[in-house]
């Protein structure tokens, strides 16, 4: 069939949760066998995020060819077990640079370069990039920000635009707040109803209109908000605050979401989507027989969504070994000696974050020790490995200054470097390894253990690498490096031999753990810490 369009836009306030929504009816779309995409337009001039603080911005998300962008797309793939790539996500700064490139080639031949119609013609190229591969008969399409942004503007009117050319192969779903006033004790619509006035000054009717809400619409609000918004009273979908995310595609298959996207595009012969791994994996989440406490150890835990990857592969994970995973955020620069017994004694299992820089890089280290000497199960994801390498350094082989020439490019010991051929590059960004890469694995290592593969494929976000100058003096000591990119001889993945589960991966296994298929790291790493948990003499019963 031929592709069909479908925007999601937000209104009265951001974070109401466009692309849980978006992923959902994807969700739902593949459930009932069409093929599906979703991408995200976001109005920042930023490039992309790859140099935005994750205090800005949360989480930047890798794709597989290599794509710094926003956190949703990890939803996207979460939700949909498919992979997204750079036309996923486009923002404004590419847009403009890309228009901006075809005027310095000469491509207007003379015309003036104006935001009508080359910047909105720009947007609907990418916006039907997807479509045209012809691999898809849904592309969903998430507009970042609110209604009334002015830097939403140019996308607004492109999809003004496109209405036109798409016709009924395409719709709009808005997505807006209906607040609770508990001084009055009601839900009110009017917000609601100045975000489709807003959006209708831009020229877009919404065809669905998505209310996020704290308590049930009752069927006069919904007749009441259809008929200042001028949509039928069951295209007025409820989305209730829900206790976890993964609850949200059954929710929206309750209130007919799909069902109403399906008729407004005059598609009759879809069949029932089959949710039977979803209500598995939700009745395994709800529903655990164990539970265990884990330590991420991170700099920007303040803001949960800069981890947002690796909190959900822990669910994953947990679900996996049917266990609560209980995630307990400790910021690596409170961490010290004095205090690491407090904070780390009662654990099951610590992980170290990734990250960039200096700053709370010690904290890291002190927590990578105690769980070396601890026997305590532990994960290091990038910086994290990295990390572990030089504590092994420090304290193991006591090289005493060993580091990063990141933190410290004097050190007599630099046991994580830059590749010489990456020291003659300059500008952001240019020096990161990011995308897939491939990795074999020994046998017989824990590694092989937990992938049961010699070759797998990961992806990277970062330009420091272990330095094969040192290899063999760790190999001897007891740190072995288990997986190597062979084509480049780097280590990517190195793990202790007298450790129960110590293991650490250059590479970044949160990207790539969805709710089909859950990552086998951290299925294994939970798998340890329950494991550990037992043998403390604790049974671990699932908390309530």
Request: proline residues 3%; negative net charge; contains cysteine.
């Amino acid at each position: 069939m031929e592709t069909r369009y479908i925007f999601v836009t937000g209104g009265v306030a951001s974070s109401l949760g466009k692309g849980i929504i978006s992923s959902s009816l994807a969700a739902l779309l593949k459930a009932r066998g069409y093929h599906v995409t979703i991408q995200k337009l976001d109005p920042y001039i930023n490039i992309d995020p790859g140099t935005l603080n994750p205090y800005e911005h949360g989480e930047c998300y890798v794709t597989e060819d290599g794509a710094e962008t926003d956190l949703d797309l990890g939803h996207y793939e979460r939700f949909l077990n498919t992979f997204t790539s750079q036309a996923n996500n486009v923002t404004t700064g590419r847009i403009y640079n890309d228009v901006i490139a075809k005027e310095r080639r000469g491509d207007f031949l003379g015309h003036t370069v104006q935001v009508v119609p080359h910047i909105t013609d720009e947007i609907q190229y990418r916006i039907k990039l997807l479509g045209e591969t012809g691999q898809f008969d849904f592309v969903i399409t998430e507009i970042g920000g609110t209604v009334g942004d002015i830097e939403s503007y140019p996308f607004i009117e492109a999809i003004r635009q496109l209405r036109w050319k798409l016709g009924k192969h395409c719709l709009n779903i808005h997505l807006t707040l209906v607040p609770y006033l508990k001084a009055s004790g009601e839900l009110k619509t009017k917000p609601t109803q100045h975000s489709v006035k807003a959006l209708l000054e831009q020229g877009i009717q919404p065809e669905i209109i998505v209310c996020r809400t704290e308590h049930d619409l009752s069927d006069n609000l919904r007749q009441k908000i259809g008929l200042f918004c001028n949509v039928k009273p069951s295209c007025v979908i409820q989305s209730i605050d829900a206790n976890s995310i993964y609850e949200v595609p059954l929710l929206m298959y309750q209130e007919g979401l799909d069902r109403e996207v399906l008729q407004q595009l005059q598609i009759t012969d879809a069949k029932e989507p089959d949710l039977t791994h979803w209500n598995d994996f939700l009745h395994k989440l709800k529903y655990p027989k164990s539970n265990i406490r884990v330590g991420l150890v991170g700099k920007y835990v303040e803001l949960h969504d800069a981890y947002k990857s690796i909190v959900e592969s822990f669910i994953h994970g947990g679900v996996a070994n049917e266990c609560k995973v209980n995630i307990e955020f400790i910021h690596s620069e409170r961490l010290d000696d004095s205090s690491v017994q407090e904070q780390l004694g009662d654990l099951d299992g610590i992980l170290v974050a990734p990250g960039f820089g200096g700053r709370g890089i010690e904290g890291k280290i002190t927590a990578i020790k105690y769980a070396r000497e601890h026997k305590i199960p532990f994960l290091g994801i990038c910086l994290g490995m990295q990390c572990a390498v030089i504590e092994f350094a420090r304290n193991v082989l006591h090289w005493k200054d060993a580091h990063s020439t990141e933190m410290d490019s004097n050190t007599t010991h630099p046991v994580i470097d830059m590749m010489e051929e990456q020291k003659k590059i300059t500008g952001a960004g240019g020096t990161m390894r990011l995308g897939a890469y491939p990795c074999t694995i020994k046998k017989g290592s824990k590694a092989y253990e937990v992938y049961g593969t010699e070759q797998i494929s990961e992806r990277h976000r970062h330009r420091y690498e272990f330095n094969n100058d040192f290899l063999a003096d760790f190999e001897k000591a007891g740190m072995i490096a288990s997986g190597k990119n062979s084509n480049q001889n780097l280590v990517e993945i190195i793990e202790l031999k007298n450790h129960p589960w110590f293991i650490g991966v250059q590479f970044h296994p949160e990207y790539k753990s969805t709710v089909a298929k859950y990552h086998p790291l951290f299925a294994a790493f939970i798998k340890a810490s329950k494991k550990y948990k037992e043998q403390k003499g604790d049974s671990g019963n699932a908390a309530l």
